[in-house]
């Protein structure tokens, strides 16, 4: 009888795990996304922000590429003529192909980036842009990006910790 009852119990063994473990285990795997979760989105945060800045500086080192390339012009205004195809010819002032594309649309990791505040003057009867400041604000603030960030042509950018344009505080 011994050896019966042995027989049934490695028989039941094999059969895998109970519904009971099976609901404890997913239990704890829930738990431990909830504390994950968070933790990935702010972290996907951080790197839009990070994304942000860098897409600035390459704003500024375009926009000081433009002036030289095109100095009866000064800066570009609109984003997109920092941009342009390589297949549509050889640059312009409206196309000079410095930016890359997703960028010049002003839409690029969770942040909206706009040139604004353009100072212009008339020199020879042409308009000539003398300053300008890019911006670049998250999509959804909280979500895909917490400050705002200003660049002028000093090339020093500011935040907003609000995530707006109004931006004050200097980056560390």
Do not use: W
Not at 117 to 144: F, I, L, R, W
Request: proline content about 5%.
């Amino acid at each position: 009888m011994k050896h019966h009852l042995t027989r049934r119990r490695s028989q039941r063994d094999d059969a895998g795990f109970t519904l009971m473990e099976l609901l404890i285990v997913i239990s704890i795997m829930l738990i431990l996304m909830l504390f994950a979760i968070p933790n990935m989105l702010h972290l996907k945060s951080e790197a839009n922000e990070t994304s942000a800045i860098q897409s600035l500086q390459a704003i500024h080192e375009a926009e000081m590429q433009y002036n030289s390339m095109y100095p009866a012009n000064g800066y570009a205004c609109v984003l997109s003529e920092l941009g342009g195809s390589t297949t549509s010819g050889p640059p312009t002032a409206t196309s000079a192909q410095l930016l890359p594309a997703d960028l010049a649309t002003g839409q690029k990791s969770g942040y909206t980036f706009n040139i604004t505040n353009c100072t212009k003057t008339t020199v020879n009867n042409q308009d000539m842009y003398t300053s300008y400041e890019a911006t670049a604000v998250p999509q959804a603030v909280g979500k895909t990006g917490v400050n705002g960030y200003c660049l002028d042509m000093s090339g020093e950018i500011r935040k907003d910790p609000t995530g707006g344009t109004n931006c004050t505080v200097p980056l560390q």
